[in-house]
């Protein structure tokens, strides 16, 4: 079994100046930041990555890229959703075969699905491939919201359904998945302003993009959640929170992508509908990272 | 400006026994089928056409295909809807190219959209076309609910924005529309369900995928709408409200798949994640529709 | 079994000028003016009438003169709902013995009920009466939601349960009690934007303060859709609509108060907490009443 | 400027055997456990206390007996909530009056309430005493939400509004509180499940009726807190949740009051509609106690 734990860093996918074409170089140079700083693990990919914007091509580029990029310095995890169970499956495969070490899946949705589907989509996945999955529960952009139970019976059924990434900020979620999963089914908080609460309540790890802008911060507040150190926690969670909450409110793309800019490292914008961050925001952003650096 | 009215019939999108091609022909029957019954336009490759679910190169054959099979007997209305502008774009100008009367627009987002972001990507969308522009407002697919007040905006904004699909199921959302756009913008009802309500607050017509089951039943409602009898307004509706519900309850491309082939049109079954309708289901589809005849 | 239909009009309940005594005479000369203006029926110590605002002593005193003053002219309807089940078993039997000729019950809470605990709530009620009740669902003001499922059982549960009065504004509701009670359930109307639609989808009556101040526009909508003349109806709803929304949004006690005040009959201010319509406010309603008359 | 902290309290109210009189030497009872467990304050007459189902003259008995038992042996925080602003300024001047060191004012409604009535009902109660009061925003009861935004209004401009007890279980509304109030707005808990999390947040405080039953284990997880020993109150939390899980689900007045008469304290049944609990929740709770002692 994977050892996943405390912060997993997400990338974003930098694209060229037109928004049109990818921009690896940036992207090789987005991972070693995060690297460098400490992170326990990459996810690329992901909601911050931009997954669901990305034609197959420039997605299989992106996956196989990151992968070769990290090169097992720490784990890899690649976002694999997508809306058919089908392409899911597909990505799932060229992940494990370009050396993912976990895979993560969403439940992507256009029609609403009944839990039955739900498992269908996480066994026809899990049967497809060997790596372990981080099964993923985010209505807020995917729509479906599944509940602990569902959850547990998708970990009982499906064997590489090994970890879960919880964001939809209920701190009573991780508490079910703790008392119900008897302790055994790792739990991960994917929710920025929930940090300090999902270490409490014992969450194993962070999936986030703050990293790619304040890594140490968050580093210290995991270190010190798991020295059992509750002031320090909560005074380094504090310390954190105005950013947390302003990439949260901003957009995670346009956030992070305005934040790499201001300091040195272009990646271009988000794409269309969604905008970059207005001027006003990049002063609040500049007057928040001052602050804490 | 287009005067589209009455019963919009949307289209399934026919697959192949193993779910992986398209069966074009199968499609044009259904066409023609919906076309007989006495429709008043046709509409492809909406949520019932599983749209989302299509891989762009199929998304292109089964657009102008439909359009071509319709060949003006009828006004076609494509859904274009795609998660980026680039892509919105490129299926608008597509569809008009082959001959689409109007495009259907949905905000479909993963990252929640801000009012400016939804205006800007009609525009962009609006300005790459001449044809007419029919906004769809559906929350609950496209995760993205726009106020009556945001979509007058874009109205007033977006020159060939002239019609409005409104399915939250909130009536007062077309008492809104019909006060503040002072009768001057068409809306279209596309919740099943409401569909006598929508026609007593002046809908000027019904975006339904029911006539592919039920076509007479529809068409009588709109009749007697138009006719202003009440009564058998009233009567009709609730003669047909139980199949309603149940394509509502049951999944559009599930349900109406299975009610065609109940009618000796096979059509295969909607993609995984989604599931075909349960035996337990079919059963019960047949006895509803055993009582409409 | 009671024959109510039509329009039913909620009275207000008058305070002296302090808003500490009650106005009986006032009280006796808003319920004269409704029943000359037509209404079918008379409701005190509804939400309109801040029945919950009442001491005990103050809400007998409202309910014997109302139903004295009334003198069967049209029937009686006295809401005597109660956080207590003791307490609206004493307002039921003191309605009745008064002569009220049918008394409401909304299941008022402060904890949350489950079902069971509604159900025995309205038998308690139910037995110790001899008179109908008609059952209120109003959650934005009682907390508690209850299902058609549930709707229906308490009316088969409970004898003189024979009339349900909807005021979520879901219109799914009505034809919920319609399909499943058979049309044997007659259900009332509480939602005062929804008046139109209620019509249309079979309501028996509407339960609204509006006739306070435009009776001859509420009957006429009812007359239009007991007709069967769906374009008489609408045109006659979409007239008095600015008025059902601004009453809504501006609270009942608050606006009908301050109309009823400038039409000449003065009827004090809601008790504090809640506040008289402010300036602003008069201005508007001063403006919408004036292009309805 | 009060001390309120730690583990605070709430008394049920007793009811004779048929529910209908107080039994206040029952009551007194209740208090001295509590205070001889070691909890830091007394709080009657609040959700547990079922306040809102009292006459007004068995309320005026509860609170002065409680304020006398309590003898000043630990502060007693008396809630005063009612529908009318005079109401609750009666209530609260009577409680200053024989005693209370602070009034708790939850904004109940029966209409929704603005921001201006919300907070001229708190002014109104602030300038008619001297104690200070703790704001309670508790919406699945109240009916009303207030932001942290209002809140902070309220605290700053009405002198003795001092404390804010949360209990939406919303931990982001404890960081807002925090961070908006710039740590001098001492907060509370009143969400059983969320301890943990709110002392990890920064709460003075937990409002809870659980020290009736399992008042050690409250206690513990508090001064784990307090010394900022994470691991240590992690496991004191999951050890209590399954009861307090249990009470919040089976409804405070019914298991609160259940547990009690297990433990040899005779205090009744809740009045109805609110049932006392059922058989099988009496063994369930009688386990889940066994398993604490």
Redesign the interface.
């Known amino acids: 079994m994977s050892n996943i734990h405390g912060i997993i860093g997400y990338t974003i996918t930098p694209f060229s100046a037109n928004?049109?074409g990818l921009d690896l170089p940036a992207l090789g140079q987005s991972i070693d930041r995060l690297i460098a700083s400490g992170v326990h693990a990459i996810a690329p990919l992901g909601?911050t990555g931009e997954g669901?914007?990305l034609s197959d091509s420039e997605w299989d580029q992106v996956a196989e890229f990151s992968i070769k990029h990290v090169a097992k310095r720490v784990p890899t995890i690649v976002s694999v959703s997508d809306?058919?169970?089908?392409k899911a499956v597909r990505r799932a495969r060229f992940a494990e075969a370009h050396g993912a070490d976990v895979v993560m899946v969403l439940?992507a949705?256009?029609?609403?699905?009944?839990e039955?589907?739900?498992l269908?989509?996480y066994r026809?996945i899990g049967e497809s491939i060997g790596v372990p999955i981080m099964l993923y529960n985010n209505p807020?952009?995917s729509?479906t919201d599944m509940s602990v139970d569902l959850i547990l019976r998708i970990v009982n059924a499906v064997e590489n359904v090994t970890m879960v990434k919880e964001s939809t900020?209920d701190?009573?979620r991780m508490?079910k998945l703790?008392?119900l999963g008897e302790g055994q089914v790792p739990f991960y908080n994917g929710c920025n302003?929930?940090a300090?609460?999902a270490f409490?309540?014992?969450a194993k790890g962070w999936c986030t993009a703050a990293p790619n802008l304040i890594p140490q911060l968050n580093l210290d507040l995991y270190e010190a959640?798991m020295a059992?150190?509750?002031?320090?926690?909560?005074d380094l969670f504090?310390r954190q929170?105005?950013l947390l909450d302003f990439i949260l409110r901003g957009?995670?793309?346009a956030t992070i992508k305005a934040g790499l800019r201001q300091t040195g490292l272009e990646v271009g914008d988000p794409?269309?509908?969604?905008?970059a961050l207005s001027a006003a925001g990049q002063t609040q952003l500049q007057t928040i990272l001052k602050t804490l650096r």
């Open positions: 928004g049109e909601s669901a914007y809306l058919t169970t089908a439940p949705s256009y029609w609403k699905l009944t039955a589907e739900i269908s989509h026809a807020a952009t729509g900020g701190i009573q508490h703790q008392l302003p929930l300090l609460e409490a309540a014992g959640a059992g150190d509750l002031d320090r926690a909560r504090y929170l105005p957009g995670l793309p794409r269309l509908p969604v905008f």
